[in-house]
C-alpha cells in the first residue's frame, strides 16, 4: 500500500488542473491509482477545446487511458478515481461501465454534477455498478480554482 493520502493524489489533481486552466481549458483533472500500490496509473486534464471533443472531460480521458493501459475496458477491482469536480452524468456512466471501486471528488457541482446532485445517477435502479464515493476532499480548493477561471472568462 502506498504511503500517499488521499489528500496527496487530489493535490497532484489538483495541480494537473491548474496545468489545463493555463491551457484554456476548464480546471477539472482526474487520477485514476491503483489502492494494492499506490501507483497513478492514469492522469488526465479536462480538455474538450484543444481536442474538440464534447466527451473529452478529465474522468472520460482518464478511464480511456487506464483500459488502454490495462488492456480491459472494465478496469480491475482496487482502482480509485480522483476527480476535482463532482462527475456529470457521462462521467458517472462511464465510471459505472469501467467498474471503478471508489470515487473521490472535489468541489461539489449543484449544476452539471450527476453523483450528489441533479440525477445522482449511481442510486438509480439501472445503474449496475456503484462506486463507494466520497465527495468534498479539497473542495473550496477545486472551487475557487473553478470560479477564478470562469470569472477571467466573464
Not at 471503478?100 to 445522482?120: F, S, T, W
Request: aromatic letters at 6%.
Amino acid at each position: 500500500m502506498s504511503a500517499r493520502s488521499d489528500a496527496d493524489y487530489m493535490a497532484e489533481a489538483l495541480a494537473l488542473a491548474r496545468r489545463a486552466a493555463e491551457a484554456g481549458e476548464a480546471p477539472i483533472a482526474a487520477l485514476i491509482v491503483d489502492d494494492a500500490t499506490g501507483e497513478v496509473i492514469a492522469r488526465q486534464a479536462n480538455a474538450p477545446i484543444s481536442r474538440y471533443d464534447p466527451t473529452a472531460h478529465a474522468e472520460i480521458l482518464a478511464l480511456r487511458a487506464a483500459a488502454e493501459r490495462i488492456g480491459n475496458y472494465r478496469l480491475k477491482p482496487g482502482l480509485t478515481l480522483y476527480v476535482t469536480l463532482e462527475p456529470c452524468a457521462m462521467c458517472a456512466g462511464a465510471i459505472s461501465h469501467a467498474r471503478i471501486a471508489r470515487l473521490v471528488y472535489g468541489a461539489p457541482d449543484e449544476k452539471g454534477g450527476a453523483v450528489a446532485h441533479g440525477p445522482r445517477f449511481f442510486e438509480q435502479p439501472t445503474c449496475h455498478w456503484r462506486p463507494k464515493v466520497e465527495g468534498g476532499l479539497a473542495a473550496e480548493d477545486s472551487a475557487t480554482l473553478l470560479r477564478a477561471f470562469f470569472k477571467e472568462r466573464r
